[in-house]
């Protein structure tokens, strides 16, 4: 990042940390085999990528080192744990899925790609915080309920979901139950069994890793049909495994485990400094999300009048978001502040900035004071 500009967008991606790049390079470089081949050097790799997983496995508090698959990213978790569940069970009636509209794109393509294909799929609300009620899940259960996906933490406004108290629910009613942590692993000490998740999405680029690698927690004995066809990955995917990308994933996980207890407050302490300065200097903003249940580096501010993107083309000096950054670019409001209730003049006026391990009080200071004179210099839209 060019030192003119302050980075407050972690929550689209993030940085690779020099340990993580430090502990990937040699898999690149020398030790590149193939865990799969049969030499010595193979039988190095598959011996570090063994390693790899059972890191990924203790950072998730998960019982078998099988359970863990390595994918290419959240994405490709999310369209395994969905089709490959939906697809899979063994009850011929268990056609519907359950979910919530303010999925990641990736949750809801798939969930829509089922739905053509036949499955019935239920949206359950949220309420204007974007937290989901864990009474609506129970009462959406049907005999033919196969899977409820609803994610851990959201990417526009950090909203954190009561996923151990939909879990009780999902396991009376023997469903599965699938989140996205994607967001919520780099600020929440994570544990599938004390969450009671069988499937569990998480991605390295969110963490200080690289992107194109992330996996999927399988809880043993869940139904699942691959994707892909193939031998690797306990015969849930198929393609050579980024041998690279899973150190750096193990790597990325380690490093959360060290520094997310005194990282957590020091965000949040800062994160709340931004949004009481701008509060100060924009009195008519507001902030979306749950005040309590709220990932510590978001915040999601509607500035009523503004419009979000030309804020952004006003300030080259500062890297912030409208929306997520996989729906930028679309001219359609977030469907995310849509979901909480916002006209689509305010989901147009909301930015999103969010913090992360480089930010500092001095990029707080700045940010509050470039956003407060642009948009008191700025004539409100059309
Ligand atoms: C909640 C959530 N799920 C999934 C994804 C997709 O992750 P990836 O880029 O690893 O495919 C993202 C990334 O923006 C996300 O925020």
Do not use: W
């Not at 030192?3 to 993030?14: E, F, I, K, P, R």
């Not at 359950?124 to 899940?137: I, S, T, W």
């Not at 069988?198 to 691959?226: C, E, V």
């Not at 509050?368 to 642009?374: E, T």
């Amino acid at each position: 990042m060019s030192h003119n500009v302050v980075y407050l967008d972690y929550q689209a991606t993030t940085p690779v940390d020099q340990r993580v790049l430090d502990a990937m390079l040699p898999f690149l470089t020398q030790q590149y085999a193939n865990p799969s081949s049969p030499h010595q050097p193979g039988r190095r790799a598959a011996s570090a990528l063994r390693a790899a997983r059972r890191q990924v496995k203790t950072s998730l508090g998960a019982e078998h080192d099988t359970e863990i698959v390595f994918t290419s990213g959240a994405t490709e978790a999310n369209h395994l744990a969905i089709l490959g569940t939906a697809t899979a069970s063994p009850r011929p009636d268990a056609d519907h899925i359950i979910t919530t509209p303010i999925e990641h794109q990736s949750v809801l393509a798939t969930c829509d790609h089922l739905s053509r294909a036949g499955y019935s799929v239920t949206t359950v609300p949220v309420d204007h915080h974007g937290r989901v009620n864990p009474a609506d899940v129970a009462v959406a259960i049907t005999p033919h309920t196969v899977l409820v996906s609803v994610m851990y933490a959201n990417n526009e406004i950090g909203t954190i979901q009561p996923i151990a108290d939909i879990a009780a629910i999902t396991r009376r009613h023997n469903v599965l139950l699938h989140t996205d942590a994607a967001q919520a692993i780099g600020a929440l000490d994570i544990d599938v069994n004390r969450l009671g998740v069988d499937l569990l999405t998480i991605s390295a680029h969110k963490i200080y890793g690289p992107k194109g690698i992330g996996a999927l927690y399988i809880r043993r004995g869940t139904p699942l049909r691959p994707q892909y066809a193939g031998s690797q990955e306990h015969g849930f995917r198929a393609g050579t495994i980024n041998l690279p990308g899973t150190i750096a994933l193990a790597e990325a996980l380690r490093i959360l485990a060290t520094e997310r207890e005194h990282e957590t407050p020091r965000i949040a302490q800062l994160r709340d400094s931004l949004a009481d300065r701008l509060l100060a200097a924009l009195p008519h903003a507001h902030i979306n999300g749950s005040p309590e249940h709220r990932l510590p580096g978001n915040l999601s501010l509607t500035i009523p009048g503004i419009d979000a993107a030309d804020l952004i083309d006003a300030l080259p000096d500062l890297a912030i978001s409208n929306g997520s950054a996989c729906a930028s670019g679309h001219a359609k409001p977030s469907h995310v502040l849509a979901a909480i209730g916002l006209p689509d003049s305010d989901a147009r006026a909301t930015i999103r900035l969010s913090l992360g391990r480089e930010t500092r009080e001095s990029d707080i200071e700045h940010a509050a004071h470039r956003i407060g004179s642009s948009v008191a210099t700025t004539p409100p839209p059309g």
